[in-house]
């Protein structure tokens, strides 16, 4: 059995901001400002992450950043504590910083982590790691209260409130032989228009725009933007469509170029 597996951690001290680029996290893919005591929501994909009000008294910076494949499967003991045949599906780090002083916030509430994902099922695991090379497996099953966690069929929540540990989530797949390859559908930017404008695919679809006009344009999924705030021309951005639903896509900048995807 192969394993695909998803990686969070938690980074936040008192030292000054820091490039985390070399600790295999190199993408910075959404970011947050609050004010003291307000609350709010982390999006990429899908992962959210939720900031409860009252969190921070004062005001902080929270950064999501996206880590690379191979740097969680280099660490000395990956292959010897993970499960056996296991892949990184991807790693995330978390960092919040006081921005009037530009360090690490040390506390971290209790932020709540939820994965929608059509391979989440009743085998999904959970993993701690206490530092980048230690990798522990927590109390199992996942709906443990001690974890706070809830597991449902394609989907997964749970309650951060550990700084020191990073988290690793693993759900075994089927046999190599028997992996059918993941949908993918294509939507062009182009005459001030999306083509196609209406769209029905099944869930767990990948869907690349791609940017044909010279003008700049966006992507905004539900209201809330997803692609860059600029594509420009030849720029491609991809996002998974992985639950159901009807979902209203439009460009803030030429608000009248609209697409309508339907999943299934």
Same mark, same amino acid.
């Given at each position: ?11 936040? #001290? ?6 985390? *680029? ?63 045949? #296991? ?46 090379? *230690?990798?522990?497996?927590?109390? !199992? ?34 046999? *190599? ?14 005459? !001030? ?38 594509? #420009? !021309? ?31």
């Amino acid at each position: 059995m192969r394993t695909l597996a998803l990686t969070l951690a938690l980074f936040t #001290s008192t030292t000054l901001a820091h490039d985390l *680029s070399k600790a295999g996290f190199p993408e910075q893919v959404a970011s947050l400002d609050l004010a003291p005591g307000a609350g709010g929501t982390l999006h990429f994909q899908e992962i959210t992450l939720d900031i409860p009000k009252g969190s921070y008294p004062g005001p902080v910076h929270i950064d999501l950043l996206r880590g690379t494949r191979s740097e969680w499967q280099t660490f000395d003991d990956w292959d010897v504590v993970a499960p056996k045949n #296991s892949d990184v599906l991807d790693a995330f780090a978390v960092v919040v910083t006081d921005p009037a002083t530009n360090r690490h916030v040390l506390k971290v509430p209790a932020l709540t982590y939820t994965l929608n994902d059509v391979r989440v099922g009743p085998a999904t695991q959970l993993w701690a790691s206490g530092d980048a090379a *230690s990798l522990r497996l927590t109390a !199992l099953p996942l709906r443990t209260p001690a974890l706070k966690a809830t597991l449902a069929k394609g989907q997964l929540s749970f309650t951060l409130t550990d700084a020191a540990h990073g988290w690793v989530v693993t759900t075994p797949t089927m046999p *190599s032989t028997a992996i059918t390859a993941p949908a993918t559908a294509t939507v062009n930017l182009e005459h !001030l228009a999306f083509n196609p404008a209406q769209l029905t695919i099944p869930a767990g679809t990948t869907v690349t725009f791609v940017q044909k006009d010279s003008v700049p344009h966006n992507v905004v999924i539900n209201d809330v933007m997803e692609s860059p705030p600029e594509l #420009s !021309l030849g720029q491609v951005f991809s996002y998974i469509f992985v639950k159901s639903g009807v979902y209203k896509v439009y460009c803030e900048i030429h608000p009248f170029m609209t697409l309508t995807v339907t999943v299934k």
